[in-house]
């Protein structure tokens, strides 16, 4: 299948057995612009469609499918076989109104329908464990433990009680913007930040582009702000009028390093899985 850059027009091709039936997200080689690509429909083909005739899932958009992504029925398969169920029903009442029977035909249990509503349970589980659900509610979670920490850092807060303990340890005025910013913008850094996370997991649960988009910049400035907040309470230790050793130099550019390996790491082969096909496989424009 050839494709097209909508942004640059630059052109390339790839193979039609690698692209989902919802779609593949990719990014352009040359202007790095992200856009989905749809496997081309045939013409000829009258099994594609974007709901599922059996358990009514729908793509809401232009993607269609043969199987549906979420209780794994073939469309081709499950209309024949409503068709032959249709004539078999047609058959059997015939002889019965042919005989003049007063008893009313009882009406035959769709198989495939009981098998659809079986498996709509299984499939509504499995759906819930697909990656995204999973990170997004990871990150949602997350949120709402910052968030937590933030408005109850906020809510208890006492800038004077704080200020009158400052200046009680030393011999210089101590400003009330001094406390704030030392000792109270942390709160609501932590109360701001968990509010835009858990908007964003919500977002990215939705499986837009834009919520996929959200979530990675969200992660890379998570890279950066753990890491930051230790060199800025390193800075504000070094300006502290105490004693400073060596050995002190050393534990708090150790703890720098650790603390931002050990959040990085795993945030960084996180946001690099958001860019895997099982990921943008399923991301909506």
């Known amino acids: 299948m050839k494709i097209t850059c909508p ?31 749809t496997r081309p429909r045939s013409g000829s083909d009258v099994y594609l469609v974007d709901t599922c005739p059996a358990c009514s899932f729908s793509t809401f958009g232009e993607e269609t499918f043969s199987t549906c992504p979420k209780c794994n029925i073939s469309i081709k398969s499950y209309v024949e076989r ?31 329908t009981a098998a659809a509503s079986d498996a709509a349970p299984v499939a509504d589980f499995i759906e819930s464990l ?89 992660l890379r400035t998570t890279i950066v702000i753990v890491p930051l907040s230790y060199v800025i309470g390193f800075i504000n230790w070094v300006l502290a009028p105490i004693s400073h050793t060596i050995s002190g130099y050393l534990i708090e550019i150790f703890n720098i390093i650790f603390m931002g390996a050990l959040a990085g790491a795993p945030l960084y082969l996180l946001e690099r899985y958001l860019h895997e096909r099982k990921i943008t496989s399923v991301v909506n424009r």
């Open 130 to 218: 697909h990656p995204v659900n999973l990170i997004g509610m990871g990150v949602a979670a997350a949120a709402l433990i910052i968030l937590g920490i933030g408005l109850w850092g906020v809510i208890g807060f006492d800038g004077a009680k704080i200020q009158a303990l400052l200046m009680e340890e030393r011999e210089d005025k101590v400003s009330g913007l001094s406390v704030f910013l030392h000792h109270g913008l942390q709160h609501w850094v932590l109360l701001l930040y968990g509010v835009i996370a858990l908007a964003v997991s919500l977002l990215f649960m939705k499986r837009r582009k834009t919520g996929l988009k959200a979530m990675s910049l969200l």
């Open 82 to 112: 409503q068709r032959q169920e249709q004539r078999l029903k047609l058959s059997q009442a015939q002889p019965v109104r042919n005989q003049g029977s007063a008893e009313a035909a009882l009406p035959q249990p769709a198989a495939s």
């Open 7 to 37: 942004k640059c027009n630059a052109g390339g091709s790839i193979p039609d057995h690698e692209i989902p039936e919802a779609g593949r997200y990719i990014s352009c080689p040359h202007c790095h612009e992200g856009f989905t690509i």
